[in-house]
């Protein structure tokens, strides 16, 4: 018969291996890879006076949604200004970090810095 001083030392080794280097380390459990993957959500993007619904990964970037839109609109990537709560986005932020949630709502303008530059 185990006591449960034996098991609980059992389990401990069980979760914990030492490295060559020296360094006591968890053991990977391949098991632990099956997370859940980050929701979806719908954004709608206004662009001119036209709505458009896309439905994104949480965790996305501006610029995922820069690549998504470039092809709805025929806006080159490079000349798209993205506005979320009144303030300019950066094409590498996250969604998430400024609190995008489904159905959140967002502009899509053409950036006059650059449109100028792509006609010549």
């Known amino acids: 018969m185990i006591d449960a001083g034996e098991e609980r030392r059992r389990r401990q080794k069980k979760e914990w291996e030492m490295r060559p280097g020296g360094m006591l380390v968890q053991k990977w459990n391949p098991d632990s890879d099956n997370h859940p993957s980050p929701p979806t959500i719908l954004v709608q993007v206004k662009y001119g006076s036209v709505y458009h619904e896309i ?29 979320f709560k009144d303030k300019e ?23 006059p810095k650059w449109s100028p530059l792509r006609q010549r």
């Open 55 to 83: 439905n994104i990964s949480s965790q996305a970037t501006f610029g995922d949604l820069k690549n998504m839109l470039s092809g709805l609109t025929g806006l080159h990537h490079q000349d798209q200004m993205w506005l």
């Open 89 to 111: 986005r950066n094409f590498n932020a996250f969604l998430d970090v400024p609190n995008v949630k489904d159905e959140s709502k967002m502009v899509l303008a053409e950036d």
